[in-house]
């Protein structure tokens, strides 16, 4: 079956522009996870949903950045006043259970 | 301090010799694990959970010591396909899944 899906692949973008990066879960998913990945870095956890509710958004670094999933499947991530610090691998995850992730193959973001 | 710790290697081993890679996580309440494989440029993807037993999974065993909050993998009869980076991961604090990854530690099988 389909995996998780992200788009855009690659997002270049000048900086203080908004950006929105999109994920499509596994089908029949209901927890779906935002993580972010520098170079060099393992990913770090932005934003969990339970179906369409926000159930953590702890990982957030600040008010410019900002998460939807408003019918409980297709998630967006929304960025505004893009700083060069941003730039990074964006994976999504979704999961039936709650350990046992499935990663989509993320959005790279590069802030110029 | 980081809550995961990983050696980011890189690890440059011969094709079959045995490896093995270490973590350590700072949140004793925590109470899943597992090892992520992520190829170069690709996502992370969960190449098996740890258990307080250890668990084997073919050439891989993984074992958790959860009194020096340490987990282990191993893997015996390394092959070229192994070269990737292993992410220690635990579950984060709260509700949910949240999951902390370590650094990763690079592995490169050579023949």
């Known amino acids: 079956g389909a995996g998780v899906s992200q788009t855009p692949s690659n997002k270049v973008t000048e900086k203080g522009k908004y950006v929105e990066l999109r994920c499509d879960p596994i089908s029949g998913h209901t927890a779906l996870y935002w993580y972010r990945q520098s170079l060099g870095q393992g990913p770090e956890f932005l934003i969990y949903?339970?179906?369409?509710?926000?159930?953590?958004d702890s990982g957030l670094p600040n008010d410019r950045f900002f998460a939807v999933r408003p019918e409980g499947s297709v998630s967006t991530l929304k960025i505004q006043r893009t700083e060069r610090g941003d730039s990074a691998v964006y994976l999504c995850?979704?999961?039936?259970?709650?350990?046992?992730?499935?990663f989509g193959p993320g959005t790279r973001l590069t802030v110029t | 301090r980081k809550e995961v710790e990983q050696d980011p290697g890189p690890f440059n081993v011969p094709e079959g010799a045995t490896v093995a890679f270490n973590c350590t996580y700072s949140?004793?309440?925590?109470?899943?694990f597992f090892w992520y494989r992520q190829d170069c440029r690709k996502e992370p993807k969960l190449l098996m959970s740890?258990?307080?037993s250890g668990n084997e999974d073919g050439r891989f065993t993984a074992q958790l010591n959860r009194a020096s909050q340490y987990i282990s993998l191993l893997i015996r009869d390394s092959k070229l396909s192994d070269s990737a980076t292993y992410l220690c991961v635990v579950n984060g604090a709260g509700q949910g899944g949240k999951l902390i990854f370590g650094q990763g530690t690079e592995l490169s099988v050579k023949p």
């Open positions: 740890v258990y307080s």
């Open positions: 949903f339970q179906g369409t509710g926000a159930a953590d």
């Open positions: 995850a979704s999961s039936l259970y709650h350990y046992e992730q499935y």
């Open positions: 949140n004793s309440a925590s109470q899943s």
